[in-house]
Nanobody, 127 residues
């Protein structure tokens, strides 16, 4: 059974850092593009970052560019989202998602393009 599980959400002060993990089981992440999305209360789910299979091309939303870094460790079947300089507006439930790809460098920005989702992990940025 294909499964994604997110780890690492927590309460952190503004300016702090967190690293989220997205661990896959039941399939190998090597051939999947992975996206991180977030949803704050009363708001729509938005794309944060994504990484392609193969060459590891990345995308970042303008709101997190320069602060967040996505990476993948295929040996551990895990994708990470390093979040620095956190702001209160980063508060949300963070989800990872996966989609099988057939071309190196392919990634996807929109939530509807992904086939598999984790259940999310809560990130709260507050003093």
């Amino acid at each position: 059974q294909l499964q994604l599980v997110e780890f690492g959400g927590a309460l952190v002060q503004p300016g702090g850092s967190l690293r989220l993990s997205c661990a896959a089981s039941g399939f190998t992440l090597d051939y999947y593009a992975i996206g991180w999305f977030r949803q704050a209360p009363g708001k729509e789910r938005e794309g944060v970052s994504c990484i392609s299979s193969g060459d590891g091309s990345t995308y970042y939303a303008d709101s997190v560019k320069g602060r967040f870094t996505i990476s993948r460790d295929n040996a551990k079947n895990t994708v990470y989202l390093q979040m620095n300089s956190l702001k209160p507006e980063d508060t949300a439930v963070y989800y990872c998602a996966a989609r099988r790809t057939y071309y190196s460098g392919s990634y996807y920005i929109e939530a509807y393009e992904y086939d598999y989702w984790g259940r999310g992990t809560q990130v709260t940025v507050s003093s």
